[in-house]
């Protein structure tokens, strides 16, 4: 019996000492440490162009909208010649450039720009940010459709205000019919005063034609805006027609 009670002591103990070595639970949460965000500039470079040639920079085939390029007004088409001092011949030259700065560093960019068969070297200053987020490009893309449709709608309204010749015969000939009333109102005002208005209208459809047509306030002519729109071939048979 002693025998039964001395093995179950020795089976239980390890046990007691083990859990009375055992620490305390802790609800302290585990540290999380975000990587530092990773600068982006934001062009896509294409060194199988027909155009590549390492001595003349990289050319660039892709912005991406919202990026730090973008922010500094690179384009497509522009050769990418240096960035903050380094000379660029490969896209990993530019890759290793990039990995140096920090976001919120001040960058420059040396590049070429051909326009037609001119090239401008052009040097572009500011700063590395990160990726922009696809909000942000929306967002941006969204910006960009409402300056569109702003510059369509003002072409638009400038098209509306473009008179045709027709509108502006219309529009002098009311003058012309306002004048005497016009002036008879400025003499009440000044007795003494002098008005001397003249607007000269010469228009002539074909003057090698037969029977032209003509327009204006010239003697002989009548200004009529309906003249303007006659179909072609009416100048030899405008007069064959019946009068109503």
Same mark, same amino acid.
């Given at each position: 019996?002693?025998?039964?009670?001395?093995?179950?002591?020795?089976?239980?103990?390890?046990?007691?000492?083990?859990?009375?070595?055992?620490?305390?639970?802790?609800?302290?949460?585990?540290?999380?440490?975000?990587?530092?965000?990773?600068?982006?500039?934001?062009? &896509?470079?294409?060194?199988?162009?027909?155009?590549? *040639?390492?001595?003349?920079?990289?050319?660039?085939?892709?912005?991406?909208?919202?990026?730090?390029?973008?922010?500094?007004?690179?384009?497509?088409?522009?050769?990418?010649?240096?960035?903050?001092?380094?000379?660029?011949?490969?896209?990993?030259?530019?890759?290793?450039?990039?990995?140096?700065? &920090?976001?919120?560093?001040?960058?420059?960019?040396?590049?070429?720009?051909?326009?037609?068969?001119?090239? *401008?070297?052009?040097?572009?200053?500011?700063?590395?940010?990160?990726?922009?987020?696809?909000?942000?490009?929306?967002?941006?893309?969204?910006?960009?459709?409402?300056?569109?449709?702003?510059?369509?709608?003002?072409?638009?309204?400038?098209?509306?205000?473009?008179?045709?010749?027709?509108?502006?015969?219309?529009?002098?000939?009311?003058?012309?019919?306002?004048?005497?009333?016009?002036?008879?109102?400025?003499?009440?005002?000044?007795?003494?005063?002098?008005?001397?208005?003249?607007?000269?209208? *010469?228009?002539?459809?074909?003057?090698?034609?037969?029977?032209?047509?003509?327009?204006?306030?010239?003697?002989?002519?009548?200004?009529?805006?309906?003249?303007?729109?006659?179909?072609?071939?009416?100048?030899?048979?405008?007069?064959?027609?019946?009068?109503?």
């Amino acid at each position: 019996m002693f025998r039964h009670v001395a093995l179950i002591s020795a089976l239980l103990l390890p046990v007691a000492l083990n859990a009375g070595d055992a620490p305390a639970p802790s609800n302290t949460k585990p540290v999380v440490v975000n990587p530092a965000p990773k600068p982006f500039l934001g062009v &896509k470079v294409d060194e199988n162009a027909s155009n590549f *040639d390492p001595s003349q920079g990289l050319p660039v085939s892709a912005v991406i909208p919202g990026s730090s390029a973008a922010a500094i007004g690179v384009q497509v088409g522009d050769l990418l010649r240096s960035f903050n001092g380094t000379k660029l011949t490969a896209e990993a030259d530019l890759a290793a450039a990039i990995g140096k700065t &920090k976001v919120g560093d001040d960058i420059t960019v040396e590049l070429t720009r051909v326009n037609g068969t001119a090239q *401008d070297k052009l040097t572009l200053k500011g700063q590395i940010a990160v990726r922009p987020q696809v909000g942000t490009i929306n967002k941006d893309i969204a910006a960009l459709r409402e300056e569109v449709l702003a510059v369509r709608k003002l072409q638009d309204e400038r098209r509306a205000k473009e008179l045709s010749l027709a509108d502006m015969l219309k529009m002098l000939k009311e003058i012309e019919d306002n004048m005497p009333a016009a002036v008879a109102e400025f003499k009440k005002q000044y007795p003494k005063g002098e008005f001397n208005i003249q607007i000269k209208i *010469d228009i002539v459809s074909d003057k090698t034609a037969k029977e032209p047509i003509t327009i204006g306030n010239q003697p002989g002519a009548q200004l009529n805006p309906d003249n303007v729109n006659a179909p072609a071939g009416a100048d030899d048979k405008s007069k064959d027609k019946p009068k109503p």
